[in-house]
Structures are given as structure tokens and as C-alpha cells.
């Protein structure tokens, strides 16, 4: 058995894969995170609403983008 320092790392926060750009807030009943994430299952083995979540993922990061060379 290890012994315990009581210092704990600070764990990533994960990506929720359906709201691109946004944590997971663990907003669906017992999930733990993306891993076992019912919505995500189903969004992603759809193909159009995968493609959706890669639109917005796409025009995300052009926003994001369009912004930091506005404010360089
Ligand atoms: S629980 Fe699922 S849908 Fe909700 S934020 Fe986390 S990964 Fe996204």
C-alpha cells in the first residue's frame, strides 16, 4: 500500500466533444466525463450530427482565430 502525502495534481479539465471549445460539466445524469457519456456516444456514431459538431468545432476556432489577430 503507497503512501499518501495528502498533495494531489491538478487533474485536466476534460473536453466535452459536442460543445467544441467548452469543458465537460458533467451535465448528464451518472457520467463521469466524455468516456461514458451517453450523448456523446450517440452524437458521434451519427454521421450528420458528427459533421455538425466538426462545423462548429471548424467555425469556432475561425472565430477564435479572427479574434486574436484583431486584438495582435
Ligand atoms: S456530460 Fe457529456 S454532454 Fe455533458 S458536458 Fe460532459 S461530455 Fe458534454
Redesign the pocket.
Known sequence: MGVSTGIRAARPAAA????PGEP?????VD?T??QD?G??WLVMGDDELREGVQRTRRATLGTRRRRAAENS
Open positions: 466535452c466533444p459536442i460543445r465537460c460539466t458533467l451535465c448528464q457520467v466525463g466524455p457519456c450523448l456523446v
